[in-house]
C-alpha cells in the first residue's frame, strides 16, 4: 500500500475498519489465501508470524485448533487482541535470541505493512524507531504446531532458528514471505534443505517446484508491481509479484 494512501486511510477510517477491510480482499493480493485446503493441516497449532491486521490470523482460526499469532508492532499487537479474543497473541518479534530489539516502521505507521527489525528498515524516509521485545519461537512452549506463516520483512532466517527445535520436532508446513530485496534468498534456502524441506510456488493458478524458478530474477523483474496502489492490486491484478514459498516435509504427504 502507498504511504499516501495508507496515511489517507489511517485518518479518515477507525483502525479496526481498515483491518476489517483488508482481510476481506486480501486473498486478490496474497492468492495462497484463498488456498488453504491445499497446505494447511486440519488441527493442532497454527502460527502466524508477522500477523498485521490478521489477514492469516483470521483464516487459520477456521482450520487450527489453536493460533498464535506473533505481531512486533505494540499496536498491531492490541489490536489483534481486541479482534480475535481466541487467539494468543505474543507482543513482540520473533528471533533467533530474547531480550529486546528496535522496529522500524515509516511514517504512516503499521497500517503499510513493512515494518522490520532489521538495519535495513532504517532506510525509510521518515522511519519510526519503536524498542520492541525479541522472542524466540522455541521458548513460546507451543504443541502440536502443524503450520507456520512467516512475513516478517527480511528477519525469517533469524526467526526460523529461533523455532529450530519446533520445526525439527513437528515438520510443520511452512509459508514464508521470500524477497531478494529484503534478504539472501540462498541462506534461508539452503537451512530449510538441511532440514528436510522442498519449496513450491503458486504461479498463474498452480503449485509448482521452486526448484528451477528463479526467484530472484522474478521479483525484479516485476519489481514494478510493488509500486501500484493497494486498491489498483486489489481491483486489477495483473501480472503477480511472487514473494510467497511454500515448504512441506519431504517425509510429509499432505
Not at 502466524?48 to 490478521?54: L, P
Not at 522500524?104 to 505493512?113: D, E, L, N, T
Not at 521485545?133 to 502440536?144: E, G, N, T
Request: aromatic share 6%; charged share 25%; hydrophobic share 45%.
Amino acid at each position: 500500500m502507498s504511504q499516501h494512501l495508507s496515511r489517507a486511510l489511517a485518518g479518515l477510517l477507525p483502525r479496526p475498519l481498515v483491518g476489517a477491510l483488508i482481510r476481506g480482499v486480501y486473498p486478490r493480493i496474497e492468492p495462497e489465501l484463498g488456498r488453504l485446503a491445499d497446505f494447511v493441516p486440519r488441527g493442532g497449532t497454527a502460527l502466524d508470524v508477522g500477523g498485521w491486521f490478521g489477514p492469516w490470523t483470521s483464516r487459520l482460526l477456521r482450520r487450527a485448533d489453536r493460533v498464535v499469532t506473533i505481531e512486533a508492532d505494540p499496536e498491531m499487537a492490541r489490536l489483534l487482541e481486541r479482534t480475535f479474543p481466541a487467539v494468543r497473541v505474543v507482543a513482540a518479534a520473533a528471533s533467533d535470541h530474547a531480550g529486546e530489539t528496535t522496529l522500524w516502521s515509516p511514517a504512516a505507521g503499521a497500517i503499510v505493512g513493512v515494518s522490520s527489525v532489521e538495519e535495513t528498515g532504517r532506510g525509510h524516509q521518515n522511519t519510526v524507531p519503536t524498542p520492541v521485545p525479541r522472542v524466540r519461537i522455541d521458548d513460546l512452549a507451543v504443541s502440536d504446531v502443524r503450520f507456520v506463516k512467516l512475513d516478517i520483512e527480511g528477519h525469517e532466517l533469524a526467526a526460523l532458528r529461533g523455532a529450530e527445535r519446533t520445526v525439527r520436532r513437528d515438520l510443520p508446513v511452512l509459508l514464508l514471505e521470500l524477497e531478494a530485496r529484503h534478504q539472501p534468498l540462498e541462506p534461508v534456502l539452503s537451512l530449510l534443505a538441511e532440514w528436510g524441506y522442498r519449496g513450491e510456488i503458486l504461479t498463474e493458478g498452480s503449485w509448482r517446484p521452486l526448484e528451477g524458478f528463479d526467484l530472484a530474477s522474478h521479483q525484479r523483474s516485476h519489481a514494478a508491481q510493488l509500486a501500484r496502489p493497494f486498491p489498483s492490486r486489489v481491483l486489477f491484478p495483473g501480472t503477480r509479484y511472487v514473494n510467497s514459498v511454500l515448504f512441506r516435509h519431504t517425509s510429509r504427504a499432505f
